[in-house]
């Protein structure tokens, strides 16, 4: 069974403290690695999709890495508007479900 | 604006009552999915279609029914036969030969 467990559960950041949010998953054989932002009451906002281990992308203060067995969303300087849950899904190959984590929820102090 | 839209925003349902759900894209886009969001848990998929006419169950379909007669619309209809409908329900749609799934706003359901 696809497993994604996301770390830390909460995360409390002054503006300007850089940190990196932790996905761990359990595949069997990745097709494709999610990351989504979602605000309070809203539907989640792509951010980033990646497929093989080593593959970088990056969006404004945003930067997501993938390795063999985990992924990282690391933000840089972030912003109060980065305040949000981070949901990080994987999908296997062959299969059209995808499997979603619980989320990170960050908070960002001005 | 092309985009998905999920309506009503809030909807309240008494017990033993079927409510529908609507979620319409002019993304063209093939496939559509429903997925309910519960606090502490991730999203979980109760029903997808990857073309008119045809869908299959996701993990929680008991209680769930939907219908694909067109290609941009998906409607769930939560029956009262579902124990714990009270959610945040999801709709998205994804691109042919995409992975990546692109969501609406959401219906918040209460069951009063």
């Known amino acids: 069974e696809d497993q994604v467990t996301q770390s830390p559960e909460a995360l409390r950041l002054q503006e300007g403290e850089s940190s990196s949010l932790n996905c761990s998953y359990t595949?069997?054989?990745?097709?494709?690695l999610f990351w989504y932002r979602q605000d309070p009451g809203k539907g989640p906002e792509f951010l980033f999709t990646?497929?093989?281990a080593g593959e970088e992308k990056e969006k404004e203060r945003l930067k997501a890495t993938l390795t063999k067995k985990e992924s990282f969303l690391h933000i840089t300087a972030p912003k109060p508007e980065d305040s949000a849950t981070y949901l990080c899904?994987?999908?296997?190959?062959?299969?059209?479900?995808?499997?979603f984590g619980i989320g990170t929820k960050l908070q960002v102090i001005p | 604006d092309g985009g998905i839209t999920q309506s009503p925003k809030y909807l309240f349902r008494k017990e033993g009552q079927n409510v529908t759900l609507s979620c319409e894209q002019n993304?063209?886009?093939?496939?559509m999915y429903w997925y309910r969001q519960d606090p502490g848990q991730g999203l979980r998929l109760i029903y997808y279609?990857?073309?008119?006419?045809?869908?299959q169950k996701g993990d929680i379909a008991e209680g769930y029914s939907v219908s694909r007669e067109k290609k941009e619309s998906f409607p769930l209809t939560v029956t009262s036969a579902q124990k714990n409908p009270t959610a945040f329900y999801l709709c998205?749609?994804?691109?042919?030969?995409?992975?990546?799934?692109?969501f609406g706003p959401g219906t918040r359901l209460t069951v009063l």
């Open positions: 279609s990857q073309i008119v006419n045809d869908f």
């Open positions: 899904a994987v999908q296997a190959g062959g299969y059209q479900k995808v499997t």
């Open positions: 998205a749609s994804q691109p042919d030969r995409t992975d990546t799934q692109y």
């Open positions: 990646l497929y093989s």
């Open positions: 595949v069997s054989g990745l097709r494709g």
């Open positions: 993304l063209n886009h093939d496939a």
